[in-house]
């Protein structure tokens, strides 16, 4: 919130290690799409976590209960069919099979896609937005795992 902060930090952080990454913060909305392929990769509906706190940390994912998950984004149909384009081609072009999950930031202002990160091996818990994705997407759970057991054998 301030360059106080924001030095008081770094200095905190440079008691654990030498390298200290430092983001940008992005004023947003955080969406996720799940991907799902080989060679011809899929994406899933955008789905959003809205923490309910001022970061999505390890206790806002697992021991509060004010994070809610929003299946389908709360984003319009445009914005949803960009996240899903984008998603494919950052899958592709880090070169995924089988499954990812694609994150990025939708801008509250001018509603500007951010990538911020992939996840190459996504959780498959009770609480896990991949499954949910393609839950919602029309892929049950059960049918999930055999498209990615198949795919799998594909990329042998």
Partial sequence: NSEEELENALR???RFDEKILVEE???????????????????????????GAEFYDYDAKYITDTSVAYIPARISEVVAE????????VYQAIGCVGL?????????EDKRVVFNEIN?????TSISMYPK?????GIP??????KLLALAMEAK
């Fill in 12 to 14: 905190f952080a440079g």
């Fill in 25 to 51: 913060f992005i004023d947003g909305q955080e969406v996720e799409v799940a991907v799902l392929g080989n060679e011809k990769p899929v994406a899933s509906v955008v789905g959003e976590i809205d923490s």
């Fill in 82 to 89: 960009e996240l899903k384009d984008k998603a494919v081609k």
């Fill in 100 to 108: 990812s999950r694609v994150d990025f930031f939708v801008t509250r």
């Fill in 120 to 124: 190459t091996l996504p959780g498959f």
């Fill in 133 to 137: 994705l393609f839950g919602a997407s």
């Fill in 141 to 146: 759970y059960g049918e999930l795992i055999d």
